[in-house]
C-alpha cells in the first residue's frame, strides 16, 4: 500500500516557470496594488481594471510550461498515493500530469457568477464586462481574494490530517490559512520545507528537514530523500 504524500506548494515553484509573485516586488503585482486587484473591494471599484488584470494573466499563462518541479512531483504518483495543495492558481500541476490537485485559492482559468458561488465555468480566453452566468448576473475570476473564505479550506485539513509525509515547497507560509495546515499534521509524521529563505517553524512536533534550495533544485533532492525514506 502506497504512503500518502501531502505537497503544500506556493508561488516558489510557478516562479520558475516563469509567473511572477507579487511577493516579490513589495506588494505590486505586475506594477498593481494587490489591494487594487485582488480584494472585493478592488472589484467594485474599478471591475474593467481587474477583469483586464487578469485576462492578461491568463494570457501569460497560455505561454509557460511546467518546469522540472512540477514534472517530478507528478512522477512521484508512481511511488506515492500523492495529493497536491496548492495556493497557486495556475494550472501547472495539472500539466504535468498531477492527478490530484486541490486549488485552495481558486483557477484562473475558470470563473464563476458574482451572485452563485456555485456557478463556476471553464473559461480559457478574455472574460469581459457583461458576460454572465444564466441568471445574467456578471462573472469574476474563480479566486479567492483577500479577505474572501477559502472554501477548499475543510477538504485540505482532511487531506492533511492523513498524510504520511508532509511537503511545503515554495511557500513563505505567511498567507493564512494556507500557512497553518502543517499545524494539523500527525505529530509522528516526517516533514520536508523546501524553499530558498525557508519561515522559522515553531512548536513542531515533527521531524523536519528543512532543504534551502529553490524548487527545481530542492525537489531533485526531496526525491532522493523519499526515496531512502522509503
Known amino acids: 500500500m502506497k504512503k500518502k504524500l501531502v505537497i503544500l506548494t506556493g508561488a516558489g515553484i510557478s516562479a520558475e516557470s516563469g509567473i511572477k509573485t507579487f511577493r516579490d516586488a513589495g506588494g505590486l503585482w505586475e506594477g498593481h496594488n494587490v489591494m487594487d486587484v485582488a480584494t472585493l473591494e478592488g472589484w467594485k471599484k474599478n471591475t474593467e481594471l481587474v477583469l483586464d488584470f487578469y485576462n492578461q494573466r491568463r494570457k501569460q499563462l497560455h505561454e509557460v510550461q511546467p518546469n522540472v518541479g ?3 512531483l507528478a512522477e512521484l504518483e508512481k511511488h506515492f498515493e500523492v495529493f497536491i495543495i496548492t495556493q497557486n492558481v495556475d494550472n501547472l500541476h495539472e500539466k504535468s500530469g498531477s492527478s490530484n490537485v486541490l486549488h485552495l485559492h481558486g483557477e484562473l482559468l475558470k470563473v464563476r457568477s458574482t451572485i452563485n458561488k456555485n456557478y463556476i465555468l471553464d473559461w480559457t480566453d478574455d472574460l ?4 454572465v452566468d444564466d441568471k445574467g448576473n456578471q462573472l469574476r475570476p474563480h479566486i479567492v481574494w483577500f479577505g474572501e473564505e477559502v472554501p477548499a479550506l475543510e477538504e485540505a485539513l482532511e487531506i492533511t490530517q492523513q498524510a504520511d509525509i508532509f511537503v511545503v515547497i515554495g511557500t ?3 498567507v493564512y490559512p494556507a500557512a497553518g495546515l502543517i499545524e494539523f499534521t500527525n505529530p509522528e509524521i516526517p516533514i520536508f520545507y523546501i524553499d530558498p529563505k525557508p519561515a522559522m517553524m515553531r512548536n513542531l512536533r515533527n521531524p523536519v528537514e528543512i ?5 527545481t533544485e530542492g525537489v531533485l533532492v526531496l526525491k532522493q530523500m523519499l526515496f ?3
Not at 469581459?128 to 458576460?131: I, L, P, Q, V, Y
Not at 532543504?211 to 524548487?215: E, F, L, R
Request: hydrophobic share 40%.
Open 70 to 72: 512540477h514534472e517530478i
Open 128 to 131: 469581459n464586462f457583461g458576460d
Open 172 to 174: 513563505s507560509l505567511q
Open 211 to 215: 532543504i534551502p534550495m529553490n524548487a
Open 228 to 230: 531512502d525514506l522509503h
